[in-house]
């Protein structure tokens, strides 16, 4: 009899739970229409950007495709939007999601044996944050060749075997960044002296995301007096900026990562420098948010992050199905600062603060 009572519970309990999961699904805020800007041509990233609204095409999948994602770590709140990204558009569609990490920059190897693997256990697509923008071409090609599509989402690889891109310009990020700069410092005003932390070498969005930065300071009064690349942990970003505070005294601002600018406030306090160093990111992050709250950090670029994730997803599953999708979009770019940090749109850049890394969607 108790044995009976027993599972009547369990029963009910497991109603319970299934309903509160569709509760939580169906409260889920609708992500879309969101605006974005598509590239003519495609792939090429100076070609002309053509403002939209993208809105997904499917409300499910029609079979559970299984996706494979790949990016080259998970030490930094990025990248943990990004997963949330794929992970809540996974389960909006209704697929199986499996997604590796490599662990950082500096493991290329690794990545590509991470990818090689996923396809041999039966993925149908490949969704690829990339270590790098040329080291993975070959693996793209022979990923094709198989008839499974690739998308490439954040970072930017350069094969033209691509299926599909869901990514921004970080020359454009790295550019709003600098011109925010020149707004302040504009040409002919007193020159103020700038270290520049761009992330790892050898990256497609560190190289791009130099040259706008650049480019756009050189408009200004802006002179760079220190340039100094580093995988995007903490610890490495915090040592370099270390090194450069003892290098260069009297430099006016810290500008690059948002590891960089997590670290470079922590160092500047430690350093009694906080109000004479003031620190720019050029890219978006929950750290990132706290301190332009608090007026630690003066301002980011945001590149909605959660969304490029989304729509990475959803150009996988359209693709899969023979749906019609966009071959090269990414969200508008625009910049948060004190001005607008209690009004922009939180849950495209950033991920809940409940959410926790995901590796599968089952």
């Known amino acids: 009899m108790r044995s009976r009572r027993n599972l009547v519970s369990c029963l009910a309990l497991a109603g319970m739970l299934l309903a509160a999961g569709a509760l939580v699904a169906a409260q889920e805020k609708q992500w879309w229409p969101f605006p974005v800007e598509d590239r003519d041509p495609p792939f090429n990233m100076e070609g002309k950007k053509i403002k939209k609204t993208y809105v997904p095409l499917l409300e499910k999948a029609a079979k559970k495709w299984n996706v494979c994602v790949s990016f080259p770590h998970m030490k930094d709140a990025y990248w943990i939007a990004v997963d949330y990204g794929v992970v809540a558009e996974s389960r909006r569609l209704g697929v199986k999601m ?6 950082g920059y500096t493991n290329l190897a690794k990545q ?73 410092h504009p040409k002919g005003s007193k020159p103020v002296k700038v270290a520049w932390f761009p992330g790892p070498p050898g ?10 930065f650049e480019e756009a300071a050189a408009k200004g009064a802006i002179q760079i007096v220190s340039t100094k690349y580093g995988d995007t942990g903490k610890e490495i970003q915090l040592k370099l900026v270390e090194d450069v505070l003892q290098a260069y005294p ?37 750290g990132v948010y706290q301190d332009i709250k608090r007026g630690a950090v003066l301002a980011a670029p945001t590149d909605s992050a959660v969304i490029q994730g989304r ?16 071959k090269h979009t990414g969200p508008e770019i625009y910049v948060i600062d004190k001005s607008n940090i209690n ?3 939180y849950e495209s850049s950033l991920a809940p603060a409940d959410f926790r890394p995901t590796f599968t969607v089952d």
Request: hydrophobic share 45%.
């Open 250 to 286: 009297d430099i006016d601002y810290i500008v690059g990562t948002s590891p960089t600018t997590e670290a470079a406030v922590e160092a500047l306090r430690d350093a009694g420098k906080a109000d004479k160093v003031r620190v720019l990111a050029y890219y978006f992050t929950p």
């Open 98 to 103: 499996q997604l590796v990490e490599a662990g």
């Open 203 to 212: 990256a497609g969005w560190v190289v791009a995301g130099n040259k706008g």
């Open 343 to 345: 009004t922009f749109h």
């Open 112 to 184: 590509i044996s991470q990818i090689e693997d996923c396809v041999a256990q039966g993925a149908d697509v490949v969704v690829i944050g990339a270590i790098s923008e040329t080291g993975l071409n070959k693996l793209v090609e022979e990923t094709a060749a198989k008839g499974i599509p690739v998308i490439d989402v954040i970072n930017g690889i350069s094969s033209p075997k691509l299926s599909a891109k869901s990514l921004v310009s970080f020359g454009e990020m790295g550019a709003k960044a600098g011109e925010y700069l020149v707004k302040m």
């Open 311 to 326: 729509i990475a997803i959803d150009q996988a599953v359209r693709i899969l199905e023979k749906k019609p999708y966009t």
